[in-house]
């Protein structure tokens, strides 16, 4: 467990906290790229309790600025997306994606305009995603991650808005052993299913099948890796500083892959994304990234598209589907990633803002205890005036593995 003073440096990611600072050390994936359409109307959003507008000017180029205009403070989501960039409707300040205000009507003819605020934040757009950088400063350059650098049809990003704090939906990642109680019955039905479990396993009262799973964690520079072993596979995970988790998602070689990033919205919301890559080739339709989506709608929304979910209809729980023993969890019979995802969000949420001095946790914590603990360490190294633990590193061989218990040991 932790103490409420412990728990609260990990929550508070505004400006000017001790875990804020941290999070606007690294670069910070905001947007997917296809929700800003080239001339289309700004796109609102928050990111660490900011008010933020990003944009796609009408020749392509990426803009992202503060909500208020810097001159009287009035949206930008409302401004005009012209040729050059983003004019404020109010007064006609415009401003261009690289930060320079190109016209301010309220100034003198030859006003030097070069020293006026915009409220600019720089970006960069790699693999269809939007990158961010909220740091004081000129920001460090990018670091390499497993995906980096792949073709575009290697690799698939989807994300969902989640009414929870930021560390919330990796502790649960970290807590591997869920996956064989909370995911039994999904993981059973879905392709994984003949591999995800052995016939060696412990069975509930209920009849359910489980196997029992031990728990290694070792720190890295980068942050930690943490391996699962039960009777059918070994599990690598890779949590990297300081939202980035590489979890496993079947067996194979040439299969795809994935990492999952939570990026906080404020101390109480969080942005989740999903990212699926393939090293090796396209993506096939028959693989998980594709096969999971299938049906999705909206790859920004991923899960919306299913109705909403909140306490007061308990996130959707179909009782019914419980009681035919058709779903462990009454989570609806969707494609695998989408059902996972929503079977996390219905537990993540109902924690509400989780009161971590009261927790009681077991051996199969291990990673959980851990990885709060490479986040408060980062956070005070930082407090100190350190850089960012792996901040600019090539970590593009950092990934999980899946692997079944007659491999090799490692």
């Known amino acids: 467990m932790l103490s409420a003073e412990r728990s609260k440096l990990l929550t508070e990611v505004g400006a000017g906290t001790p875990g804020g600072d941290l999070m606007r050390s690294y670069w910070i994936p905001v947007l997917r790229s296809e929700q800003l359409k080239a001339g289309a109307a700004p796109h609102q959003f928050m990111i660490l309790g900011e008010r933020l507008v990003g944009y796609r000017s009408p020749e392509g180029e990426v803009g992202v600025v503060d909500d208020a205009c810097p001159h009287r403070g009035v949206s930008m989501a409302l401004a005009r997306n012209e040729p050059g960039g983003l004019r404020c409707i109010y007064h006609g300040w415009k401003c261009s994606p690289q930060g320079q205000l190109l016209e301010a009507p309220t100034h003198p003819d ?121 009777a059918a596979k070994r599990t690598h995970f890779r949590f990297i ?26 101390d109480d919301h969080c942005l989740l994304w999903m990212v699926m890559y393939n090293k090796h080739a396209p993506l096939k339709a028959d693989g998980f990234a594709l096969q999971s989506l299938q049906g999705v709608p909206d790859l920004s929304n991923f899960v919306d598209h299913l109705g909403p979910r909140n306490r007061d209809n308990l996130w959707g729980q179909d009782r019914e589907l419980i009681d035919r023993d058709e779903s462990w969890s009454g989570v609806p019979n969707t494609s695998l990633l989408v059902r996972i995802f929503l079977e996390d969000l219905m537990v993540i949420e109902s924690q509400g803002r989780p009161d971590r001095s009261r927790e009681e946790l077991e051996i199969t914590d291990r990673a959980l205890v851990l990885g709060r603990k490479r986040v408060l360490e980062a956070i005070e190294a930082v407090g100190r005036g350190e850089p960012a633990p792996a901040q600019t590193d090539d970590l593009s061989d950092v990934e999980a593995l899946f692997e079944l218990r007659d491999a090799p040991d490692q």
């Not at 961010?132 to 994300?159: C, N, Y």
């Not at 979890?247 to 990033?261: R, S, V, Y």
């Open 110 to 230: 030859g006003a030097d305009l070069s020293q006026v605020r915009t409220g600019y934040h720089p970006t960069q757009e790699e693999q269809g995603i939007i990158w961010l950088w909220l740091g004081e400063g000129a920001p460090p350059p990018m670091r390499k991650l497993a995906f980096s650098g792949l073709p575009d049809d290697q690799v698939i990003t989807v994300t969902v808005k989640a009414n929870c704090g930021w560390l919330q939906p990796l502790e649960t990642l970290w807590d591997v052993f869920h996956a064989q109680i909370l995911h039994n019955q999904t993981n059973r039905g879905s392709r994984r299913g003949g591999v995800y479990f052995s016939d060696q396993g412990r069975t509930m009262d209920n009849g359910v099948a489980y196997d029992y799973s031990q728990m290694h964690a070792e720190s890295t520079d980068y942050g930690m890796k943490y391996m699962n072993v039960d």
């Open 241 to 266: 500083l300081p939202f980035f988790d590489h979890h496993a998602l079947e067996p194979g070689e040439f299969a795809d892959k994935g990492l999952q990033i939570s990026v906080p919205i404020d």
